[in-house]
C-alpha cells in the first residue's frame, strides 16, 4: 500500500499566479481532506471531499477551490496568490475515524 | 467555535525524565487524535482515542482522554532523543472527520 501521495513536493510560484496541487488517498479511502500548515502552527482545515463534492469547509476565501476524481484522488487549487498562502499543504484521505496525512507540498510565494 | 489549547508549547527534557502534555478543547467532541510531526516532515498519527476514559499506550507515549473534562493527555516515559518532535493533538469536528488542531508542542529531549 503505497499510502497517501502527493505532488508537486515543492512549489515556488510569485504573486497574483495560481497553482494546483494534486492527493491520491490511501488505497480503500474515499474521503480526502486538506491542510494549511504554516510555519510553526498546526495545520488548518481548508476543505474536506466526499464522492466527488464538498463535504465541509474551513475558513478560507474562495481562492482556494478543490476538485475530487472518481478515484478517489483530488486536487486542491489556488487563485491569485498572497505572500501568506507560503504554506506546507497537507492532503489526508480518511476511512471511519482515521486519518491518514500525505507527506505535504511545500508552497513558497515570492 | 472549537479551540483547541495544547501546553507547554515548547518541552525540553532531560534523557530519562517522564513529563505529559495537556490538550484541553472548547466544546463537546468523541474524537480525540495525537499526531507527532518530525522538522520538514508530514504527520504521523500516534493514537485515536474515541471514548472516554480511553486510554491507549505506544512504547514510551500513553495517552488518554476524558471527555467530561474535555481534556487529553500524552504522558512521556522515560524520554529517549529519539521522540524529539513535535507533537500536536487533534479534535474531531461534527461526523464528517474534520480535525481542529492545537499549535503543537515542540519536544527536545537531551542527554
Known amino acids: 500500500d503505497a499510502g497517501v501521495t502527493q505532488s508537486p513536493t515543492h512549489l515556488i510560484k510569485t504573486r497574483g499566479q495560481q497553482v494546483t496541487l494534486r492527493c491520491s488517498p490511501k488505497s480503500g479511502h474515499d474521503t480526502v481532506s486538506w491542510y494549511q500548515q504554516a510555519l510553526g502552527q498546526g495545520p488548518q482545515f481548508i476543505f474536506q471531499y466526499y464522492e466527488e463534492e464538498e463535504r465541509q469547509r474551513g475558513n478560507f476565501p474562495d481562492r482556494f477551490s478543490g476538485h475530487q476524481f472518481p478515484n478517489y484522488s483530488s486536487e486542491l487549487n489556488v487563485n491569485a496568490l498572497l505572500l501568506g498562502d507560503s504554506a506546507l499543504y497537507l492532503c489526508a484521505s480518511s476511512f471511519y475515524n482515521e486519518q491518514f496525512f500525505g507527506p505535504g507540498t511545500r508552497l513558497t510565494v515570492l | 467555535e472549537l479551540k483547541v489549547e495544547q501546553n507547554p508549547l515548547f518541552l525540553s527534557m532531560q534523557e530519562g525524565k517522564n513529563y505529559t502534555i495537556y490538550c484541553n478543547y472548547s466544546?463537546?467532541?468523541?474524537?480525540l487524535y495525537w499526531y507527532r510531526q518530525d522538522p520538514g516532515k508530514s504527520l504521523e498519527s500516534l493514537f485515536v482515542?474515541?471514548?472516554?476514559?480511553a486510554v491507549k499506550q505506544e512504547g514510551r507515549l500513553m495517552a488518554s482522554l476524558d471527555t467530561k473534562a474535555r481534556l487529553s493527555t500524552l504522558h512521556i516515559t522515560a524520554a529517549v532523543h529519539d521522540l524529539s518532535a513535535t507533537y500536536f493533538c487533534?479534535?474531531?469536528?461534527?461526523?464528517?472527520?474534520?480535525?481542529?488542531f492545537g499549535k503543537g508542542t515542540k519536544l527536545s529531549v537531551k542527554p
Open positions: 466544546t463537546t467532541s468523541d474524537r
Open positions: 482515542l474515541l471514548s472516554n476514559g
Open positions: 487533534a479534535v474531531g469536528v461534527g461526523s464528517q472527520g474534520n480535525l481542529i
